[in-house]
C-alpha cells in the first residue's frame, strides 16, 4: 500500500494501518518530543502483519523511546563541542560538516542528532549564518572536504542546493563534497535531472553516501534513483547503523551490502549505535557487533566490507573497533583467518 502523503502524526500512522489504535497514546507521548514522518515509500516497505517488521521498527514511535538512561547524552557524539559556529562542525582538520538544514524526509527512531533535527529542532540556517558557516570554510585552507549533512540535506530543492554548491565552487582549497541522505531509499523519485544538475553544481568531486540498514530498503526505485547518480558521475557510499532487531544478523547484513554493491554503492561505515536519548532498545554491545563483522570475513566479498566504528562520546571522533585478526605473542605475529583458525606470521619453515 503506497499512501499519497508523508505520515507525520500518531493519528496518521493509525490510518495508515501503521499503528495499532491502542498505541496511540503512547505515541503521541513519544511525538512530543521526537519528530514523525514516514513517506509513501517507507510506508509501502512496512509489512502491517509483522509486529517485529524491521523498516516499521526504524520509522515507527515506540513508547520505549521515553526511557532515558544514564549513559545516553543529548549530543552524543559532540557535535557541539566541535561547532565554533551555527552549521559548521570541524572535528577534523581537513573536513567541516556544514549542516544546512535540520529537517528529514523521514525520522528514523534511533537518531543521534534526534533532539536537534525535526520541526521544533534547530531549522534550516539562515542566509546570515550560511554566509558565516561559508566564510569560515574559505578562511580555513586546510579544509579539502565538505560534508552536507543535517537534517538531509536532500530536502532542499535543487535551486537551493545549486545556490549552495556554487559558492563551494568559487573555494579553491575545497576538492571534496559529500552528501549524507536517504533520500534515494525514502522518495526516490527526487533524484531527477535537476538535483542532480545541482549536487554537481560546484565543479568539484561530489559524493553521496547513502544510509540504509536494511535489504528490503533496496528497491527497484531506490536501485534507480542510485543509478541515476553514479551514471551521472557521483561517486556513492553507504552508511548503515547496526540496530538490534532490524540488522544484528550476518545474513541480514550480508544481503544488505551485497545489495549496496550490486547498485553501485561502495559500503563504507557500520556505526555501532550512539548514546541517543530513548535508544537502548536499539544498542547491540560492541562484543556482539564484532562477532557479526567477523562472520563477514569470507562469507562476503571484500568489495562488501564496510568499515565498523564507534563515534567516541564526547566528541573525540570515529575509531574503528572490529576485532583484531592479529596478535603479538613474545615477538611472534598470530593471524586469524576467516574461519578463525591460527596462524603465525611469518610461517615457520619446517
Known sequence: MKHDRALRTAADLVEAGLLPAERQAEAQAVAKRYAIAVTPDVAGLIDRDDPNDPIARQFIPDFAELSVTPEERADPIGDQTHSPLEGIVHRYPDRVLLKAVHVCPVYCRFCFRREMVGPEGLGTLSPEAMDAAIGYIAGHPEIWEVILTGGDPLVLSARRLGEMMARLRDIPHVKIVRFHTRVPVVEPERVDEKLIAALKASGKTTYVALHANHPRELTAAARAAAGRL??????????????????????????????????????????????APGTAHFR??????????????????????????????GGYGKAPIAAANVRDEDGVCIVSDWRGGEHVYPPVSG
Open 230 to 275: 553514479v551514471d551521472a558521475g557521483i561517486v556513492m557510499l553507504s552508511q548503515s547503523v547496526l540496530l538490534a532487531g532490524i540488522n544484528d544478523d550476518v545474513e541480514v547484513l550480508a544481503a544488505l551490502f551485497r545489495g549496496f554493491v550490486e547498485a553501485r554503492v561502495k559500503p563504507y561505515y557500520l556505526h555501532h549505535p550512539d548514546l
Open 284 to 313: 547491540v554491545s560492541i562484543a556482539e557487533g564484532q562477532g557479526l563483522v567477523a562472520a563477514l570475513r569470507g562469507r562476503v566479498s571484500g568489495l562488501c566490507q564496510p568499515t565498523y566504528v564507534l563515534d567516541i562520546p
